[in-house]
């Protein structure tokens, strides 16, 4: 049981240099946070101050070292793979060594409806929450939405530049929320008390996928024809599926239009 929160506090994020991560790390700073990165990379680019940990949650490297006097964990890795070792096999391996140096509070970063889906990430997630429920750790899990930067990079991947098309899935909808509003979120769970499960994080609306890709076109001036195709498979099935979507959480703030201005201001000034 967590006694007392230190403040400023050790905190060690797994998947710092990932697009959730960066924001979390970002913020843990501006908190005056002693912060920990854990990354599989040798000279990653992150914030000065920021402490580099190399390691692979996967192959179980380099844990037992930055788990070491650490009081808080946000455990942003993850990976999308056969089998999902790094979901599964990682967080088994993150909980038991922040067990042997101690007690620290784990925060995890979960997706809505991942417990009324079969889509088998979704079902990787789900295990890897069971284990931090089960860790005997003091625990926080916090489901979002999926994230407006994720939602752009599927549009830009399904875009084919020499035909001018965009091929989406049909029927898809999504609450896309902002990346730094969830990464708000979770640097205020790791500053309280272990809370179990907390309520959902949503986005501020529910859009049509053919909704969004006009916005994105209009703001990043493109004219590609878009094309909708019923594409199969459990990935797209799940894209599919509402259970991802968290109606009665619609906190997020920052719309996916706002997002995307901001985001081709961003690119045109750089
Ligand atoms: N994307 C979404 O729309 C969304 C929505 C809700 C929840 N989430 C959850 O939010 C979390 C972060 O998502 P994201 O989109 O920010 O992910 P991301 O950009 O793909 O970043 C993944 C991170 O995981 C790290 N990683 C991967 N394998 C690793 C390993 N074996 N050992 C150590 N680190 C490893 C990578 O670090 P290095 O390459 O530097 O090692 C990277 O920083 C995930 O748990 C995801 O399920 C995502």
Same mark, same amino acid.
């Given at each position: /049981?967590?006694?007392?929160?230190?403040?400023?506090?050790?905190?060690?994020?797994?998947?710092?240099? $990932?697009?959730?991560?960066? %924001?979390?790390?970002?913020?843990?700073?501006?908190?005056?946070?002693?912060?920990?990165?854990?990354?599989?990379?040798? @000279?990653?680019?992150?914030?000065?101050?920021?402490?580099?940990?190399?390691? +692979?949650?996967?192959?179980?490297?380099?844990?037992?070292?930055?788990?070491? &006097?650490?009081?808080?964990?946000?455990?942003?890795? @993850?990976?999308?793979?056969?089998?999902?070792?790094?979901?599964?096999? =990682?967080?088994?391996?993150?909980?038991?060594?922040?067990?042997?140096? =101690?007690?620290?509070?784990?925060?995890?970063? !979960?997706?809505? =409806?991942?417990?009324?889906?079969?889509?088998?990430?979704?079902?990787?997630?789900?295990?890897?929450?069971?284990?931090?429920?089960?860790?005997?750790?003091?625990?926080?899990?916090?489901?979002?939405?999926?994230?407006?930067?994720?939602?752009? !990079?599927? #549009?830009?991947?399904?875009?084919?530049?020499?035909? @001018?098309?965009?091929?989406?899935?049909?029927?898809?909808?999504?609450?896309?929320?902002?990346?730094?509003?969830?990464?708000?979120?979770?640097?205020?769970?790791?500053?309280?008390?272990?809370? &179990?499960?907390?309520? +959902?994080? $949503? $986005?501020?609306?529910?859009? /049509?996928?053919?909704? /969004?890709? +006009?916005?994105?076109?209009? #703001?990043?001036?493109?004219?590609?024809?878009?094309?909708?195709?019923?594409?199969?498979?459990?990935?797209?099935?799940?894209?599919?599926?509402?259970?991802?979507?968290?109606?009665?959480?619609?906190? $997020?703030?920052?719309?996916?239009?706002?997002?995307?201005? %901001?985001?081709? #201001?961003?690119?045109?000034? @750089?």
């Amino acid at each position: /049981m967590q006694t007392q929160i230190n403040n400023p506090a050790t905190v060690l994020v797994t998947g710092a240099t $990932g697009t959730l991560g960066r %924001e979390v790390v970002k913020q843990l700073l501006q908190h005056s946070h002693h912060v920990r990165a854990f990354t599989r990379q040798s @000279s990653p680019t992150v914030p000065q101050g920021v402490n580099i940990y190399q390691g +692979d949650i996967r192959a179980r490297s380099g844990l037992a070292e930055a788990t070491k &006097g650490v009081d808080t964990i946000i455990h942003c890795a @993850s990976f999308f793979e056969s089998g999902y070792e790094t979901d599964i096999q =990682g967080t088994r391996h993150l909980i038991e060594a922040a067990k042997a140096n =101690g007690s620290p509070h784990l925060v995890y970063i !979960s997706i809505v =409806g991942i417990d009324r889906s079969p889509f088998t990430y979704f079902q990787a997630k789900l295990e890897a929450e069971r284990l931090v429920e089960q860790s005997n750790l003091p625990w926080t899990i916090l489901r979002a939405t999926q994230f407006h930067d994720y939602v752009l !990079s599927l #549009i830009t991947s399904w875009t084919d530049e020499n035909t @001018s098309t965009i091929t989406i899935p049909d029927g898809v909808r999504f609450q896309s929320v902002d990346v730094r509003e969830v990464a708000d979120s979770l640097v205020n769970l790791a500053e309280q008390p272990a809370a &179990g499960h907390v309520p +959902d994080l $949503g $986005g501020p609306e529910i859009l /049509m996928l053919e909704a /969004m890709v +006009d916005t994105y076109q209009l #703001i990043y001036h493109k004219q590609n024809a878009v094309r909708t195709e019923t594409l199969p498979g459990e990935y797209f099935d799940a894209f599919r599926s509402d259970v991802k979507l968290a109606p009665d959480r619609a906190v $997020g703030q920052i719309t996916w239009e706002s997002f995307l201005q %901001e985001r081709a #201001i961003v690119e045109t000034a @750089s």
